[in-house]
């Protein structure tokens, strides 16, 4: 990389090439067009040295925080972090800010759809190619008898599934969004009610037959039931535009050599360790 990327320096101070190019694996990129990884690289580790050669000229010093599972902050992220605590200011987020950003998206703060379900699972684990080839096979025949008797899916849920709702008839109960994999959670969405999914569908599991019992629509969230979640995000919002301002300022303000920063990327608290 050194022979085909010139240096990089930030008020004189130098970017390795070799820690660009560590970096630049946390960056995607286009088969066969690792210049843009590089280059996406080398300016967030371009907002680093900023924000660490700020937090210097402010008189800041590291105090590293455990991250838990044993791991503790470096001395680079530490100072990035207390400098960016103290240099952001972001615009207050207002109680008129949040009642307007409900009103402009009425539909958006819904409760969930509530699902009850039930199945019959034929296990076969991933990989097996022979033992999911023959689950398939169980669960088409099961399915076929379905067609012709489906009041008996509770005693095929009882004596075929490998679920241990089988003892309920393979009842699952009442289901949110995300309680099942994604594949079983798009059959229900498009299920109607009382109806058989007309084909096994395949999850890391092995194969579902899936019946929908009940379907309960989400409904409109009242402003008050939601008012502290926009809050949340609009304080978000506003921290990173924030974050984004400082960054560009320091940005205009710096000689930086070997590397475009236009446009700057905004960062997040620790930019550049992917």
Not at 41 to 51: K, T
Not at 143 to 171: E, I, M, N, V, Y
Not at 187 to 203: A, F, H, K, M, N
Request: proline residues 7%; glycine residues 10%; charged residues 30%.
């Amino acid at each position: 990389m050194g022979a085909l990327f010139p240096e990089v320096t930030v008020n004189g101070e130098a970017i390795a090439h070799a820690e660009i190019a560590a970096e630049a694996q946390h960056h995607a990129a286009p088969a066969g067009k690792p210049g843009l990884a590089w280059r996406a690289a080398a300016r967030a580790l371009v907002v680093r040295a900023l924000l660490r050669q700020a937090a210097r000229e402010a008189g800041l010093v590291p105090a590293p925080r455990e991250l838990g599972n044993g791991k503790v902050e470096t001395d680079d992220d530490a100072l990035i972090r207390a400098y960016l605590d103290e240099a952001v200011d972001p615009a207050p987020v207002g109680e008129e800010d949040c009642r307007r950003a409900y009103d402009a998206r009425p539909g958006q703060f819904r409760s969930p759809d509530l699902f009850e379900a039930s199945h019959i699972l034929i296990a076969a684990p991933p990989g097996d190619e022979t033992a999911r080839k023959a689950a398939r096979e169980k669960a088409e025949e099961i399915l076929r008898k379905l067609q012709d008797a489906p009041d008996s899916f509770g005693h095929h849920a009882r004596t075929a599934s490998d679920c241990s709702s089988a003892g309920q008839g393979g009842r699952l109960g009442q289901l949110r969004p995300g309680d099942t994999v994604p594949q079983f959670e798009a059959v229900l969405t498009r299920l109607e009610e009382g109806r058989i999914w007309p084909e096994p569908v395949e999850s890391r599991f092995g194969f579902h037959i899936i019946r929908l019992d009940h379907r309960a629509e989400g409904r409109p969230l009242p402003y008050e039931a939601v008012r502290g979640e926009i809050r949340e995000a609009l304080e978000k919002a506003a921290w990173a535009r924030a974050a984004r301002a400082l960054v560009e300022g320091l940005v205009a303000r710096a000689e930086i050599t070997g590397i475009d920063m236009a446009p700057a990327g905004a960062p997040a608290q620790g930019a550049g360790t992917g």
